[in-house]
């Protein structure tokens, strides 16, 4: 299955209001066909000897007005069915990210994984709602001018449409190379927003070292280069309508050189030859959307390949679908026998053989040297990786032999890295116990020392903190997080160097 039919496969459940987009874009191809037949009775009969003059305007009037209805509800429906396909895509793509292993997320950083979610699905949701429903609705409209000029004469039609089957191949062509340069495109502006994400998170560094105009010029050579990209898909693209404009004022000229000898031979009359000319000219605001159709699909296609290229990404820690919950800690946390190694081109052990026994209860510190793995051992209770040899049991259980979110549920953890949301402080405390009470979230500050300092604060416990808590010191982040975790309450409570930004009486 390619990426366009899994794409279609998301507007499945829509299906209803595709059927209405359709109806309305019937109406639309309608309206413009009834117009085109009016041109006869125009030049036939209006003009000529001022008959069916009142009919012919209220029946110009009416073939607008079905038009304007065809369009209007086309174009609300298909945006309509745009707008939740590229809901649904986001959702799942999100989703999917966020279940990946710590090993993914140190492979993408975090300017790349947004660039997927927001800029390629933005692509997406333009071939959903616009290009397709532009496919649909001037397919039936040139569907019905054609109709109309093969009624009247088919030869004269096949002389006006020869240069058709000419601009198959160009387009073609042409939109394989669209599809490729917009991958680059994709990618170049996935290059910009890690550039960019990763100077804003930086910023106090940045300032520090006086790197302002460095990162400057590093953000100005990738948007460079997103501009060359994109000039060179602009490039292509504006080859297509001046092609097809040739190509329709070649069939123009052989229908005047055709018509004007079927005049004069009484095969037809001013008015048919009139009609059409005009459809030939109504057919070309059509044909140009068209010929933009095939561009901006593969660019829609080059988008769908990289977001489901991610989402056949599975780099998930594994789970049996009927592994059992894991019942809560009584005896004692094993590590047997345990190494690992980071997933890399060059595999380098971290743990060897890493054999000792945690009783419940007890308290245990785990001393080494910067970079000797503490943080790595740890993090292998919770399965952020998995082990590489030996295991890790729980009361005898092997922590792989038991559902992910049971095993999670016993574990609070204080990262060596304080990470806090953009919300409030009270909400940023209950994170990992939601129905938690004002109660019990003041009483778990208490705990952590964090109390008095959420007192003095304007808002109180409904301060909000800003990105990754950045309106607190270092010291407040971190008993905000060791709050988070004693809320928590899990039986198994890992502190990764927690108190490092902590005064000693704190401490």
């Known amino acids: 299955m390619n990426a366009f039919q899994r794409l279609l496969r998301y507007a499945i459940p829509y299906r209803t209001r595709l059927v209405w987009a359709i109806a309305a874009m019937l109406v639309y191809a309608g309206g413009s066909m009834y117009l085109a037949s009016l041109i006869k009775p125009i030049f036939d009969q209006v003009l000529p000897k001022r008959e069916l003059l009142l009919y012919t305007s209220v029946a110009i009037f009416g073939a607008y007005v079905l038009k304007g209805i065809g369009a209007y509800f086309s174009d609300y429906y298909m945006a309509d069915v745009g707008q939740r396909v590229?809901?649904?895509?986001?959702?799942?793509?999100?989703?999917?990210?966020?279940?990946?292993?710590?090993?993914?997320?140190?492979?993408?950083?975090?300017?790349?994984?947004?660039?997927?979610?927001?800029n390629d699905v933005a692509q997406?949701?333009?071939?959903?709602?616009?290009?397709?429903?532009?496919?649909?609705?001037?397919?039936?409209?040139?569907?019905?001018?054609?109709?109309?000029?093969?009624?009247?004469?088919?030869?004269?039609?096949?002389?006006?449409?020869?240069?058709?089957?000419?601009?198959?191949?160009?387009?073609?062509?042409?939109?394989?190379?669209?599809?490729?340069?917009?991958?680059?495109?994709q990618e170049q502006l996935e290059r910009v927003s890690h550039v960019g994400a990763e100077a804003f998170n930086s910023h106090r560094i940045?300032?520090?070292?006086?790197?302002?105009?460095?990162?400057?010029?590093?953000?100005?050579?990738?948007?460079?280069?997103?501009?060359?990209?994109?000039?060179?898909?602009?490039?292509?693209?504006?080859?297509?309508?001046?092609?097809?404009?040739?190509?329709?004022?070649?069939?123009?000229?052989?229908?005047?050189?055709?018509?004007?000898?079927?005049?004069?031979?009484?095969?037809?009359?001013?008015?048919?030859?009139?009609?059409?000319?005009?459809?030939?000219?109504?057919?070309?605001?059509?044909?140009?959307?068209?010929s933009r159709v095939n561009a901006n699909l593969q660019q829609a296609l080059a988008a769908s390949e990289r977001i489901f290229e991610l989402l056949d990404t599975h780099s998930e820690v594994p789970s049996r679908p009927d592994a059992p919950a894991l019942p809560?800690?009584?005896?004692?946390?094993?590590?047997?026998?345990?190494?690992?190694?980071?997933?890399?081109?060059?595999?380098?052990?971290?743990?060897?053989?890493?054999?000792?026994?945690?009783?419940?209860?007890?308290?245990?510190?785990?001393?080494?040297?910067?970079?000797?793995?503490?943080?790595?051992?740890?993090?292998?209770?919770?399965?952020?990786?998995?082990?590489?040899?030996?295991?890790?049991?729980?009361?005898?259980?092997?922590?792989?032999?038991?559902?992910?979110?049971?095993?999670?549920?016993?574990?609070?953890?204080?990262?060596?890295?304080?990470?806090?949301?953009?919300?409030?402080?009270?909400?940023?405390?209950a994170y990992g116990h939601v129905r938690a009470n004002r109660q019990e979230i003041e009483a778990a500050a208490r705990a952590a020392h964090a109390h008095e300092f959420i007192t003095v604060l304007p808002q109180g416990y409904d301060t909000r903190i800003g990105e990754r808590g950045q309106r607190l010191s270092g010291g407040q982040r971190q008993r905000l997080a060791i709050a988070r975790a004693l809320l928590k309450n899990a039986p198994i409570l890992i502190l990764d160097e927690a108190t490092s930004s902590l005064d000693s009486e704190s401490e």
């Not at 004469?153 to 240069?163: E, F, H």
């Not at 990209?229 to 292509?236: L, R, W």
Request: proline fraction near 3%; glycine fraction near 8%; charged fraction near 20%.
């Open 328 to 429: 809560p800690l009584t005896e004692a946390i094993v590590f047997r026998d345990v190494s690992f190694a980071y997933e890399d081109s060059r595999p380098r052990s971290i743990l060897k053989g890493v054999s000792f026994e945690v009783r419940a209860g007890e308290m245990v510190a785990i001393v080494g040297r910067s970079g000797a793995g503490k943080t790595t051992l740890v993090n292998l209770l919770p399965r952020f990786f998995d082990v590489t040899r030996g295991s890790i049991l729980i009361d005898g259980r092997d922590v792989r032999d038991v559902s992910l979110g049971s095993l999670r549920a016993q574990v609070g953890i204080v990262t060596q890295e304080t990470l806090l949301f953009d919300d409030s402080i009270a909400n940023n405390i």
């Open 124 to 185: 997406v949701q333009r071939a959903v709602s616009e290009t397709i429903g532009d496919l649909l609705r001037e397919s039936l409209a040139i569907t019905g001018y054609m109709a109309l000029l093969f009624y009247y004469d088919a030869r004269l039609a096949l002389v006006c449409l020869t240069g058709a089957p000419l601009v198959v191949y160009p387009l073609v062509r042409l939109g394989r190379r669209v599809r490729k340069t917009t991958r680059r495109s």
């Open 206 to 290: 940045v300032k520090a070292f006086g790197a302002e105009g460095r990162e400057s010029e590093k953000f100005g050579r990738a948007l460079f280069q997103l501009y060359r990209t994109n000039m060179k898909v602009t490039s292509i693209m504006s080859v297509v309508p001046p092609t097809m404009e040739l190509l329709g004022a070649l069939g123009m000229v052989g229908a005047l050189w055709y018509g004007s000898r079927a005049i004069a031979l009484g095969r037809l009359t001013a008015g048919e030859f009139t009609l059409f000319l005009g459809a030939l000219f109504l057919m070309y605001g059509p044909i140009k959307k068209l």
């Open 86 to 118: 590229v809901m649904d895509v986001r959702t799942a793509l999100y989703r999917h990210i966020l279940d990946q292993s710590a090993a993914f997320f140190a492979r993408h950083s975090t300017g790349q994984l947004l660039s997927r979610v927001t």
